[in-house]
């Protein structure tokens, strides 16, 4: 069983940045792709970014493309999420997932984890 806490919350003005952190524990983090997700109040749970095993690979929705870095240290067991240029629509609760290193469905798709953490607050203010 992978426990996964994510730290960084905060509220920053547009423009602004912010980096998220995922700490891992209870499994071998490098047999895990990783993503994080975002939900906004009354928004369903949206796909962010992903990185593979080896962190040779990422993946980030359009909306996040060039703003969002998505990077990962197999000898820490955390996975990190830089955001730089912030805009008021990226307000969520963003959480961090494990997955299994390979996946034959979407990468984008929830289904694509098996472990949650339990999200942490971005307020970006206009």
């Known amino acids: 069983q992978v426990q996964l806490v994510e730290s960084g919350a905060g509220l920053v003005q547009a423009g602004g940045s912010l980096r998220l952190s995922c700490a891992a524990s209870g499994g071998t983090f490098s047999n895990y792709a990783m993503g994080w997700f975002r939900q906004a109040p009354g928004k369903e749970r949206e796909f962010v970014a992903r990185?593979?095993?080896?962190?040779?690979?990422?993946y980030y929705a359009d909306s996040v493309k060039g703003r969002f870095t998505i990077s990962r240290d197999n000898a820490k067991n955390t996975v990190y999420l830089q955001m730089i240029s912030l805009k008021p629509e990226d307000t969520a609760v963003y959480y961090c997932?494990?997955?299994?290193?390979?996946?034959?469905?979407?990468?984008?798709?929830?289904?694509?984890?098996?472990?949650w953490g339990q999200g942490t607050q971005v307020t970006v203010s206009s």
């Open positions: 997932a494990a997955g299994p290193r390979f996946y034959s469905g979407s990468l984008y798709s929830r289904h694509a984890y098996d472990y």
């Open positions: 990185i593979n095993w080896s962190g040779a690979n990422t």
